[in-house]
């Protein structure tokens, strides 16, 4: 008997590290960017792709805060899930998580399809901090793992293609300003997962958006495509064409690299990960999805270190395989206004032995090029249901815009009981005219910085806040100087100054005024100190996250007496994070006290919130001693010399 497709609410608990609060200073500073080419080198790209790897790239991260609360102290925690399943495969949606897929479970065989990852453990890959491995991800908005990894999704049961149903995930991503929405169908007795992916631009005006399905496959299994060549970007940080190297090699690479695929126009997309005997995952999607492309770690320590420090002991590494709207993940495309951009995805099981012809062989007798096609046409005709059932709730933002321009999005519903208390002010600009003054005194929410919302703050009442705020947007547009000069104006009646001196002081630094910077940090910090009324979770993340940067630029003009006065009051539970014995191993060096910092290092520490890329703790070490790096801190992604 087949049993027809069900979507139900399951709860799975694993070991978690706890995410914690956001942090709450604006990020006014560009973002890190491991992926980026040089312009000198894209002479040699092809035009189209040389004009998208130069179209849009994100400057700000604004209007997203940064998600680096989080530790690495794990316990069992509850997860909510959402099942759809058949009677052939049972696939695990993590509805607050961005909606992974964590789990691809094929019942007839009793294999995993995916790598799925024992534990959930933050670490700082999103382009905005929090991000966990394993499973497959949905990464909109610009090159690199979304800002939405660790946020939660709208999410509810829509009415499937050929009936049953289907689970809708949907959210407005901030940094671009767009919904998109990913519908997942298992049609009945299929083998495969069926996605179709929708991104649509309400505005006046083109945006550049962004597509990859990252999908964790164990990292044993071989990876085929039907692809001779491939773009390659390793630490050498540069785009070159190479033959596509078999997958054996790729893993024994000492370093991290990326491998985006060459499909011929007019081949199927497909990408497989196989065991060695042949078992696996294949993706496969409709033309629109043309970009293919491996991520392997490297062979490497720092490699190695990297795939320990995402998951637990015992615990095999990984592989990614992606798909992607671009051939490259440098590359941005153009969605022309008040229009959308849409396709399908299917994953499932094949079996094939190791050769690309063959697999694409096989895939097409499991699962027809036309009938993928068919299918895509078939959902076309849903991407519009209204929701039947929502199953999880995501956040106000989406709510807010629809409400501020009146828009239509038929099928992802951004309803107004969804507003929460961080939408609660610019509701109030929308419908009033003036940005509320707050009733008692917190660090200030989120920061708006469309255009819209600029010309609002730009006429309501000037209010410290206000000011405040029009200063992050007008910084955000590239105004440079008018946002100092906004932020100068509420310094003379705010009832708290370090927000205004922090902004200030960052621009200080950007325009080369270390020492000035310095001073406005000091002078933030002693303020938050005299204002922060209790020790809970947004004073004592406001009080780190200040007090981290005003140690850093107090230390960069060697005023170690005053970056000491800040470490010492700091919480307790601050100065014990990894991150800041990191940074008390620097103040200890910078007083000339190198062997106690050697301490520091040798007592261990871990920096949750380390970044991919990043070599803080390599370099720290190196100007200590002339020891070898301990394997436990070598995180290195590319050779010394690099």
Not at 263 to 286: F, K, M, N, Y
Not at 290 to 308: D, I, N, S
Not at 584 to 613: P, Q, Y
Request: aromatic content about 8%; some cysteine.
């Amino acid at each position: 008997m087949v049993i027809v497709t069900t979507i139900r609410r399951e709860v799975l608990t694993l070991p978690a590290a706890e995410l914690g609060p956001d942090n709450p200073l604006p990020p006014l500073r560009p973002p890190h960017e491991v992926h980026r080419v040089e312009d000198r080198d894209r002479d040699d790209l092809p035009r189209d792709m040389a004009r998208q790897v130069g179209y849009g790239p994100l400057r700000s991260l604004l209007p997203v805060r940064v998600r680096d609360g989080y530790g690495r102290s794990r316990a069992p925690r509850d997860i909510d899930t959402l099942v759809i399943e058949n009677d052939r495969l049972r696939a695990t949606v993590l509805p607050g998580l961005g909606g992974r897929l964590a789990s691809l479970f094929h019942k007839p065989t009793g294999r995993e399809l995916l790598y799925r990852n024992p534990v959930l453990q933050p670490a700082n890959f999103a382009l905005n901090g929090a991000w966990f491995s394993g499973g497959v991800e949905w990464n909109i908005g610009a090159t690199g793992h979304t800002t939405l990894s660790c946020a939660p999704l709208h999410a509810a049961r829509v009415p499937a293609p050929g009936g049953g149903p289907m689970l809708r995930l949907w959210e407005w991503e901030r940094l671009r300003d767009l919904p998109f929405q990913v519908d997942l169908w298992l049609p009945d007795g299929s083998d495969f997962l069926h996605v179709g992916v929708r991104i649509r631009n309400p505005h006046e005006r083109p945006v550049p958006t962004y597509w990859w399905s990252n999908i964790a496959v164990p990292e044993e299994r071989d990876v085929l495509v039907p692809a001779r060549e491939a773009w390659h970007f390793g630490h050498e940080r540069r785009l070159r064409k190479v033959p596509a190297p078999p997958y054996d090699r790729i893993r024994q690479h000492p370093h991290a690299a990326d491998y985006f695929y060459d499909l011929p126009d007019g081949r199927r997309r497909w990408i497989a990960a196989l065991d060695e005997d042949g078992h696996g995952l294949v993706q496969t999607s409709t033309d629109l999805l043309r970009g293919r492309k491996l991520f392997v770690w490297g062979a490497g320590p720092g490699g190695r270190r990297w795939q320990q420090w995402l998951t637990e002991p015992g615990t095999g590494g990984y592989c990614e395989i992606q798909a992607g709207l671009a051939r490259t993940q440098l590359e941005h495309v153009r969605l022309d206004a008040e229009s959308e951009v849409s396709w399908l995805e299917a994953y499932g099981p094949l079996s094939s032995p190791p050769s690309a012809e063959e697999a694409e062989a096989r895939l097409e007798a499991a699962l027809p090029r036309a009938d993928v096609d068919a299918a895509y046409a078939a959902w076309k005709t849903h991407a519009d249901a209204e929701p039947a059932e929502i199953l999880a709730g995501g956040s106000g933002w989406g709510a807010l815009e629809v409400l501020r321009a009146d828009w239509k999005l038929p099928g992802t519903p951004f309803d107004e009981d969804t507003l929460g208390a961080a939408q609660e002010p610019w509701l109030r600009l929308l419908r009033t005219g003036s940005f509320p003054e707050p009733r008692r005194v917190r660090p200030p929410g989120e920061t708006l910085v469309a255009p819209h919302w600029r010309d609002m703050l730009e006429t309501a009442p000037a209010s410290p806040l206000t000011e405040y705020h029009l200063g992050v947007a007008q910084w955000h547009a590239g105004d440079r100087a008018q946002a100092v000069r906004s932020w100068e104006r509420a310094l003379e009646l705010a009832p708290s100054l370090w927000p205004l001196l922090r902004c200030l002081a960052v621009a200080d630094q950007e325009s080369g005024h270390h020492e000035r910077a310095a001073d406005r940090y000091a002078d933030a910090f002693d303020d938050l100190c005299h204002e922060r009324r209790d020790d809970g979770a947004s004073w004592t993340a406001a009080t780190a996250a200040l007090g981290r940067e005003a140690i850093e630029a107090l230390l960069a003009v060697r005023r170690t007496a005053q970056a000491r006065a800040v470490w010492d009051r700091l919480h307790p539970g601050t100065r014990a994070r990894g991150r800041f014995r990191l940074i008390e191993a620097r103040l200890l060096l910078a007083e000339g006290r190198g062997e106690e910092a050697l301490d520091v290092f040798r007592a261990g520490f871990e920096v949750a919130d380390l970044r991919e890329g990043a070599d803080d703790v390599g370099r720290l070490w190196a100007r200590l001693t002339d020891e070898p790096l301990p394997a436990h801190y070598d995180f290195r992604m590319r050779p010394p010399e690099a």
